[in-house]
């Protein structure tokens, strides 16, 4: 192959590119940092101080700290859990496909991705409600149990790329079924168990709908759901307002600063599978 | 425990877990879009008079209109810019991790909140731009005209959702090897005959990945309007996710909004359908 010269038109053009992608966001740091007074002048502009008012007062109104444990609580088990059930039972039917009983379970789970949500919503928070299952462990159990249809999918195609003699081996030293997937296959799906921990953390804490339609008291508010319950007592204080999404957004920009070569590579992993 | 009853003990509980909060759910809905339930009370069946009443229902009908508007324009204008990301990123560039991770970003954040943030810039910077410019048609908040903030809704969508497909196509395009398009310079390719007779039947299946999940996605859209307009000015921007929620729950419609669910079902499962079969035939002919 033959060394390339850098194509700078296409490099200056992606640059200018990535500028609709940061300026939103530029917008919401600075307009976060603003007074009421500075917001009639030109928006474009940097703040006068860099005072954390605005953040102080947000957290106060909102109760950011409760929401943050919310959202953390949820994220966390959920993603605990996904990682150690679906795997489990991406295992369990990988093994057996040969079998009609998985294979019709594997199809089952397959379908429901086609099953969009607002179907399922009317029937299921009457049921969860009735159960006593409309509060947060109510609402890990149901991410973790809907997301076995497409881990599942994702799972079961790398286990079908691991040799079977592995387990065989480990078998023979007088492990059983359940030590095999604990101490031979769990530790080989890794890269899987990254990608699913990475996408299922993202989609538990930015999911808006099944909080809004499940939770019946605000005091178990996720992050993404109290900037709806207060958007009408933002009303027009929009530094405040601001203040409050970037504090919502700002765990997980954090995180993808540091990870995001881990996120990208983590996610297209599960994409083409 | 013998080896077969390990996996029984495994596979059940999960059959059993998925049932019970997926299927039985589904189940039920589709029970009750048969009778006249409010969402408490008594009921009674009524046949398929729910049916009968949606495809009759102005409001239904301007909700399913706007819904496949959106998700067609969304999902043709997002592919279009995620492949000329995706190429730009996978060509001799500098910065290219930088511009990955920039491009990527979006995909991280909620949706509900960038919603917010674009519902100010419609609102407040882009009149203020406008005023500037003295251009009459930003000077006003597009989300505020029925005809035109459908497009608002787009242009967030839009903001978002390149973030994911520009990194499926660039999973594709990295799996091209530079010979083929040296092999066809070599012939007197030019760039336009490149992409079509080299990259574009190359990452076809990533194109068919790309068009199904994003016309799925689209024809969900729920968290954008509930952010941006609130499926207003009027009820020029209610999808059919936000008319099943507000019926369902707010307007006592429980077995109506079921029946509405249901046809959104068979429709989703239809285009789906579609879209696979035309898909595939193509990249087959290729």
């Known amino acids: 192959m033959t060394r390339k010269k850098t194509n700078w038109i296409i490099t200056v053009l992606l640059i200018l590119g990535s500028l609709f992608i940061l300026f939103p966001i530029y917008l919401a740091i600075t307009i976060a940092f603003k007074t009421p007074p500075e917001m009639a002048g030109n928006l474009l502009v940097l703040p006068k101080s860099w005072s954390f008012d605005n953040f102080k007062q947000a957290i106060e109104m909102t109760n950011f700290f409760n929401a943050f444990k919310n959202s953390f609580f949820i994220t966390f088990f959920v993603v605990i859990f996904t990682v150690l059930t679906n795997s489990l039972v991406a295992y369990a039917i990988a093994r057996n496909l040969h079998k009609k009983f ?13 099953i969009p949500f607002p179907i399922i919503m009317l029937p299921l928070v009457k049921q969860t409600s009735a159960w006593g299952m409309d509060n947060l462990v109510g609402l890990i159990v149901l991410y973790v149990v809907f997301n076995l ?21 480990a078998i023979i030293d007088g492990a059983s079924t359940w030590g095999v997937f604990w101490k031979v296959i769990f530790p080989l799906l890794a890269p899987m168990n990254a990608t699913v ?18 939770l019946s008291d605000q005091s178990m508010a996720t992050l993404p759901l109290v900037q709806y319950i207060f958007q009408s007592q933002f009303s027009t204080d929009y530094n405040l ?15 993808y600063v540091f990870a995001q070569k881990w996120i990208i590579s983590g996610v297209m992993r599960g994409s083409i599978k | 425990m013998k080896k077969n009853h390990v996996f029984m003990a495994i596979a059940l509980p999960a059959l059993a877990l998925f049932f019970i909060f997926h299927t039985y759910p589904a189940l039920q809905g589709i029970f009750y879009s048969f009778t006249d339930w409010k969402g408490y009370g008594s009921w009674n069946f009524v046949g398929v008079k729910n049916y009968l009443n949606v495809f009759k229902d102005n409001r239904a009908g301007a909700a399913y209109i706007f819904t496949f508007q959106f998700a067609i324009v969304t999902t043709i204008v997002v592919n279009i810019i995620s492949l000329l990301i995706a190429i730009g990123l996978n060509s001799k560039i500098k910065f290219r991790k930088t511009l990955r991770a920039i491009y990527f970003l979006p995909y991280i954040l909620s949706i509900l909140i960038i919603g917010f943030i674009f519902n100010f810039i419609f609102a407040h910077f882009l009149p203020q731009i406008g005023t500037v410019l003295g251009s009459e048609l930003l000077s006003k908040n597009i989300l505020g005209d029925p005809n035109l903030a459908w497009i608002g809704i787009v242009i967030v969508a839009v903001w978002q959702g390149v973030a994911f497909n520009t990194l499926i196509y660039l999973a594709g395009l990295v799996t091209i090897s530079e010979d083929l398009y040296e092999a066809a310079s070599i012939d007197g390719a030019g760039i336009w005959t490149k992409f079509w007779k080299i990259t574009f039947p190359m990452i076809a299946p990533f194109f068919t990945i790309n068009m199904v999940l994003s016309m799925k996605n689209y024809l969900m859209v729920f968290d954008q309007i509930v952010a941006m307009t609130g499926g207003g000015p009027g ?12 019926g369902g729950f707010e307007g006592g419609q429980f077995a109506y909004q079921s029946a509405n669910a249901v046809v959104y079902f068979v429709v989703i499962v239809i285009i789906s359908i579609i879209q696979l079969k035309i898909l595939n035939r193509r990249e087959a002919a290729n």
């Open chain 1, 102 to 114: 998985y294979k019709t379970l594997y199809f089952y789970f397959l379908s429901a991705m086609f």
């Open chain 1, 149 to 169: 249809s497409f881990n599942v999918f994702i799972y079961i195609g790398y286990i079908r790329s691991i040799p079977v003699e592995l387990e065989e081996a």
């Open chain 1, 197 to 214: 921990a990475i996408i299922t953390c993202l989609g538990a804490w930015n999911d808006f709908m099944l909080p809004l339609v499940l």
């Open chain 1, 241 to 255: 307002a601001f203040a409050s999404y970037l504090m919502a957004l700002a765990p997980m920009i954090l995180v």
């Open chain 2, 235 to 246: 009820k020029s921007t209610e999808s059919i996710s936000l008319l099943i929620y507000r």
